[in-house]
């Protein structure tokens, strides 16, 4: 084995016959043995909107790392559309796809011995995915987000994708009609790039930004904007550059870096999903890291960008007023970011920020000053109780009061949620509960978008409260709160839980409770039997044995 020519490790280029006349078979020359080879892997697939691009982005950067003395190398894997699989038996293999993704990427270069990975990523759980697999692999790598999708329009109204959803509920609700209705749907998202609110999707591209692991911009430039595309160039000569540092994501993530990361999603009224993946991100970097430590971030950090889907701005919008990094300065400056975590350029933070242009906050209003901020603490909430004692993750942006007590509506399933909305099973003052649907029970933990979106529709977003064991599309809002654990599948009390009970939610000490007593519920329990699993072969049934909970960031390689 040869070292190549930049990496301080021998990786690449194998010696054995049969290895060089594979490599020359693809194309390879005498002197593109000695060069680095770095894998490109992509999870672009036609059939979404947030990855249809990604290959071409991907050849793109492949291009462009010959000039730059590498072999880029692409290949493929999968993807899983949040907003099409969304209320269907798809949406049970979304957050399993952001695990094979991870396996997937990291199989690939462990086993052809790639020098470094640029993972070129769109949807929801691509992006997780992707940086576990780096931190897996520990060799140069580079993230590059596809981008956002421009906003839609219907009759003078910015739409997205939750726009579509909730058009759904306004149907049902007689708000408006069938010809209405289709107008929204087909007008919602006009092109390529994932949905453009501070969903899960630009969540973790505008965090992973501030984590250190994609380039300054990536995040905040829209997928069709022509500056994607010169992204291509920027990634390889910045791949060359970790090379010659020998700078990996081990040196890059470290327990600050994951909490300047967290301090951005609360800033910026980020998605829950957040918490399951930084979790994740931080086992797979060998960092502890636990729900305290977000409520500890959040406690910290004020609510200052309006931003959907609780407020009225999209990522398209942050673009322009400075992008990513301008909010970012304005955080450093305040004291609320570390600034000396290195990131991908080689460089820190402060000193990648240290020339970028200040917000001028007096011309525009999708940023706050701190002293205005739109709640003093960030909107990720974690939330304990008899219903939670392993804990439970709420969204409060402010707007939908601290205090919710109501009588619960019980539902075994999604689909039965749905059903009940739909036929008017729920009325003000409700707290609904889905369960069932958790990391083992879904099996998957689907996202309870729908189901919000429906109440959301029919004007019940300010009076119905929202529980699950299920998780939240990052387009959700409203009094809501998700990934309970235990879950329901393992006996948590939110099993226990019957129609009529009293629930009290509250967001002034974090906590979660049916007002039951012990008794009650141990009397409850000893009637209880676990339902029989969903499914007994494929993936989804290998998933339910091996996933971790979700306090536990819901990781397939830990038991």
Wanted: net charge negative; hydrophobic share 35%.
């Amino acid at each position: 084995m040869a070292l190549n020519k930049y990496s301080k490790k021998i990786t690449q280029n194998p010696s054995q016959p049969a290895s060089q006349a594979m490599l020359y078979a693809t194309g390879f020359t005498e002197e593109d043995m000695d060069l680095p080879q770095i894998a490109i892997g992509s999870t672009g697939y036609d059939g979404n909107p947030c990855n249809m691009h990604l290959n071409g982005l991907a050849q793109e950067i492949k291009k462009h790392s010959r000039p730059n003395g590498m072999i880029g190398l692409t290949f493929g894997t999968i993807g899983v559309s949040d907003g099409i699989s969304m209320g269907t038996s798809g949406m049970n293999y979304s957050l399993a796809s952001r695990d094979i993704i991870a396996d997937s990427m990291e199989t690939v270069v462990n086993g052809m011995s790639y020098d470094g990975l640029i993972g070129v990523v769109g949807c929801d759980k691509n992006m997780p995915g992707a940086i576990i697999a780096m931190l897996r692999l520990n060799r140069p790598s580079i993230m590059v987000y596809g981008g956002s999708v421009a906003s839609g329009k219907y009759k003078g109204k910015k739409l997205n994708i939750v726009s579509a959803f909730e058009a759904l509920g306004q149907k049902v609700a007689g708000e408006i009609d069938e010809a209405e209705y289709k107008e929204i749907i087909k007008r919602s998202i006009p092109g390529a790039g994932a949905c453009g609110g501070m969903y899960t999707a630009n969540t973790m591209a505008s965090s992973i930004e501030c984590m250190g692991l994609a380039l300054p911009y990536n995040s905040s430039i829209p997928a069709e904007n022509p500056n994607k595309l010169s992204e291509a160039e920027r990634t390889a000569q910045a791949m060359k550059n970790l090379l010659e540092l020998d700078l990996k994501p081990k040196d890059i993530v470290t327990k600050k870096s994951i909490e300047n990361a967290i301090t951005l999603v609360n800033a910026l009224g980020g998605s829950t999903n957040a918490v399951l993946h930084y979790l994740a991100i931080a086992y797979a970097a060998d960092i502890e890291f636990t729900l305290e430590d977000f409520q500890r971030i959040s406690d910290r950090t004020p609510l200052i960008g309006d931003l959907k889907p609780s407020g009225k701005y999209l990522m398209e919008d942050v673009h322009g007023i400075g992008g990513t990094p301008a909010i970012m300065k304005y955080l450093l400056n305040e004291g609320f970011l570390h600034g000396d975590c290195m990131t991908v350029t080689g460089k820190t933070l402060a000193e990648n920020l240290a020339n970028v242009e200040a917000i001028e906050f007096e011309k525009q209003d999708l940023l706050y000053t701190t002293d205005k901020a739109l709640k003093s603490s960030g909107n990720l909430q974690i939330l304990y109780g008899n219903l939670a004692q392993e804990g439970a993750v709420a969204k409060i942006s402010g707007k939908e009061g601290l205090l919710f007590e109501g009588k619960a509506v019980v539902y075994n399933s999604e689909q039965e949620a749905n059903d009940g909305i739909s036929n008017g099973e729920v009325e003000r003052g409700n707290v609904v509960v889905i369960r069932y649907v958790g990391p083992k029970g879904g099996p998957g933990m689907p996202e309870m978008l729908k189901p919000t979106s429906l109440i959301m529709g029919a004007g019940l977003g300010k009076s119905v409260a929202l529980i699950t064991d299920g998780r939240f599309s990052g387009g959700t809002h409203g009094f809501v709160v998700g990934h309970i654990t235990p879950e329901a599948q393992t006996g948590g009390n939110i099993a226990l839980v019957e129609t009529g009970d009293i629930i009290t939610i509250s967001a002034e000490d974090n906590s979660i409770t049916v007002n039951v007593s012990e008794k009650e519920l141990a009397e409850r329990r000893a009637k209880w039997q676990a339902p029989a699993p969903k499914h007994t072969k494929g993936i989804l049934f290998k998933y339910a044995k091996s996933v971790a909970p979700a306090s536990e960031g819901c990781v397939t390689d830990k038991y």
